[in-house]
C-alpha cells in the first residue's frame, strides 16, 4: 500500500522567497515519486519525477526536489517565486511496477506581491 | 490533438439521473486511467485501461460506475442514479506505454465537475 501526506494545505511567500512544499510518503517498495501542478481551470501537469538513479531531481519552471529515502520525504523546492507559481501542487507515488499513482491531498501556493 | 479533452466540463444533474463523462486522450496513447477529485482532495484512482481492455477498476466505489473504451481510444464513464456524493471532478489521464512502464508520464485533461443536486 502507498500513501502520501501533504503538510500544509495553505502556503503564501512573498515574490522572490523560497517557495518550500512538503511531502511525505509511505510505500511498501521502492517509490516513484511525482510533483503535479493545477493551474486554474487546467488539468495536472507534470512537475517532475523521481524513479532511480540521481536524488535531486530538476523539473520545469525551475523547481527541483530531492528524495530522501531516509526521511520518506520528496520535498519541492524553488529558490524565488514568481506570481506565475501561484497554483496547487501535488505530490504523488508509484511503485510495484504500475502506474497506477496515488495522489496526496494538495498544497495551495499563494505568492504575494 | 495537442492533449487531454473531457466534455461536458461541467455537468449538473438531479440526484438520480444518469450521466455520462467523456474523454478524447492523446492519440496513440495506450494507457488511460479515470480519477476523482472530490473537494479539497487530491485525485483518486477510479480505473484503468489498456487499449480497449478494463485491466483494473478496484476504484470504482460503486456498481452504479461504469466505464468503457470499445476501440481503444475515446473512453467514457458512466454513473447511474446519480447520488449527493457523487459530486465531484472527475479526472481522465493518458499515457503512451502500458502501466507496468511505472514511470510513464500521465498527461492530464482538464477534467469534467459533475455537480448532482
Known amino acids: 500500500a502507498q500513501s502520501v501526506t501533504q503538510l500544509g494545505s495553505h502556503v503564501s511567500v512573498s515574490e522572490g522567497a523560497l517557495v518550500l512544499l512538503r511531502c511525505n510518503y509511505s510505500?511498501?517498495?521502492?517509490?516513484?515519486l511525482f510533483w503535479y501542478v493545477q493551474y486554474p481551470n487546467q488539468g495536472h501537469q507534470l512537475l517532475l519525477k523521481y524513479t532511480t538513479g540521481a536524488t535531486l531531481v530538476k523539473g520545469i519552471n525551475g523547481f527541483e526536489a530531492e528524495f530522501k529515502k531516509s526521511e520518506t520525504s520528496f520535498h519541492l523546492t524553488k529558490p524565488s517565486a514568481h506570481m506565475s507559481d501561484a497554483a496547487e501542487y501535488f505530490c504523488a507515488v508509484s511503485g510495484g511496477g504500475y502506474q497506477k499513482v496515488t495522489f496526496g491531498t494538495g498544497t495551495k501556493l499563494q505568492v504575494i506581491p | 490533438g495537442a492533449g487531454v479533452s473531457q466534455s461536458p466540463r461541467y455537468k449538473v444533474a438531479k440526484r438520480g439521473q444518469d450521466v455520462a463523462l467523456r474523454c478524447d486522450p492523446i492519440?496513440?496513447?495506450?494507457?488511460l486511467f479515470w480519477y476523482q477529485q472530490a473537494l479539497g482532495q487530491g485525485p483518486e484512482f477510479l480505473t484503468y485501461?489498456?487499449?480497449?481492455?478494463?485491466?483494473?477498476k478496484s476504484g470504482l466505489p460503486s456498481d452504479r460506475f461504469f466505464a468503457e473504451r470499445p476501440e481503444g481510444s475515446v473512453s467514457t464513464l458512466k454513473i447511474q442514479r446519480t447520488q449527493q456524493e457523487d459530486s465531484a471532478v472527475y479526472l481522465c489521464?493518458?499515457?503512451?506505454?502500458?502501466?507496468?512502464?511505472?514511470?510513464?508520464?500521465?498527461?492530464f485533461g482538464p477534467g469534467t465537475r459533475l455537480t448532482v443536486l
Open positions: 485501461f489498456q487499449n480497449e481492455a478494463q485491466l483494473d
Open positions: 489521464a493518458s499515457s503512451l506505454s502500458k502501466a507496468s512502464a511505472p514511470t510513464d508520464t500521465q498527461y
Open positions: 510505500s511498501s517498495v521502492p517509490p516513484y
Open positions: 492519440s496513440g496513447h495506450v494507457s
